[in-house]
């Protein structure tokens, strides 16, 4: 059996300080008065990627249909891809020793800064299927506008990201459109899964202190600037699918961006961060 | 390997790429990692040899594979102070498939990307879904071109699922990335 690659060279610090050499320059990750926000909002990508990823890949065997199986592992496996690049790049710019698994596994609830939407409960195919929906329209539209970032580094990943969303946004619009203009049972889940997960949407347009610096050094726009184009797509593929858009406001449910989340989230971490909580260093 | 800091016997940029021709892709190794264009770069920097190498998908399990396969196969060529990088821009795409593997590609089972159709974005969804999909994937076991997508998604990240309506046949697509 050959030595794995990280293992030719064991000192993971001189690896990373490789890693970032052969890097594009981005002098964003030298600018200290920015550093606090832009880890912030580099957790915010990668929690919200790590937590969707988890909460899709609890289907991994239990699928309606293989088909469907394989298509929601393969989207959290994509989704999981896009957390080691977030994290990994936010542990670059905190730059005090921890790495992308140490983010993911050693951070308490309190500390994740995923919006509250994805760590919402599977509870059926509906409920799953909406919240993807709900949330590949944001994100397609975020990494989009990410592909102008001033920072070099996250238009990389933006743009290596964004070839993956587009086939999960293919997806999740296609079987939107099929359960919701679909039989009176699957038509009446759909619309109850939307009803539910409406006011969580909102809080991924909501701005704050963190976003207004990123927004400010050119790295990542305003979160507002993305509502508009959001609403074009979710509002043609509810009309197609013959579903009521719900009247009451879509941002009721916030805080998750903070570090303010709902019970469901401890129980996620409990069982992703079991193994390294109780083994520390644990490594294959 | 103190042969390879004297640029004069260590083994050239070309003959590495020689050698990286044979090291098979886990998943698919009927085609290279070079065949797949996932090798972006070899040089050498002083005595170490820097191998740059992008990943297909990003979340693709067999990236640490592919590393590791590169690894033995250039340190069982003699290879002693290597790098690999990761490279992540430009982000890989199936354009960079040499035409060579494609007909390796549908030789066993797995139909090429129609170049061109990769998922862009919203606008390809939306675009795809009122059109009702209209790509045309020949069957890679009997040419026809009587084929229905199962699903998007398939076997590894980097495939969807197909159907051909003469021969039966499921069937892999490498899909357009």
Redesign the interface.
Known sequence: M????DM??PDVMALAR??AA?Q?HDPHLQDVDLKPAFFDWLCRMGDNTAILGHRISEWCGHGPVL??D??LA?????????T??WLGLAAEVEDAGRTADDLAFLRDAMKYRNVQLVELPNRDMAHTLMREFLFD?WH??ML?ALLQSGS?RV???A?????????H???S??LV?RLGDGTDESHARMQDALDRLWPYAGELFLGDGVDAAVAKAGIAPAPGDLRA?WER?VD??LD?ATLRKPEGRFDVHRGGKQGRHTEHLGFILAEMQFLQRAYPGASW | MTAMADPATRPTVDQVWDWLADVPDPEIPVVSVSDLGIVREVRWDGDTLVVAVTPTYSGCPATAVIDMTIESHLREQGIGRLRLERRLSPPWTTDWITPAARDKLRAYGIAPPVDGTAAAGAAAGRAARLSGQGLSVACPRCGSADTERVSQFGSTPCKASYRCRDCLEPFDYFKCH
């Open positions: 050959p030595s794995l690659p030719t060279t490789d890693a052969s594009p088909e469907e394989i298509a393969n989207t959290a496996l994509d989704l999981i891809g896009h080691q690049m329209a397609v539209e989009t070099p238009a990389e990943i743009a290596k990201a964004l070839k993956e969303v587009g086939y946004v293919e997806r619009s296609d459109v184009a797509t043609a593929v197609e």
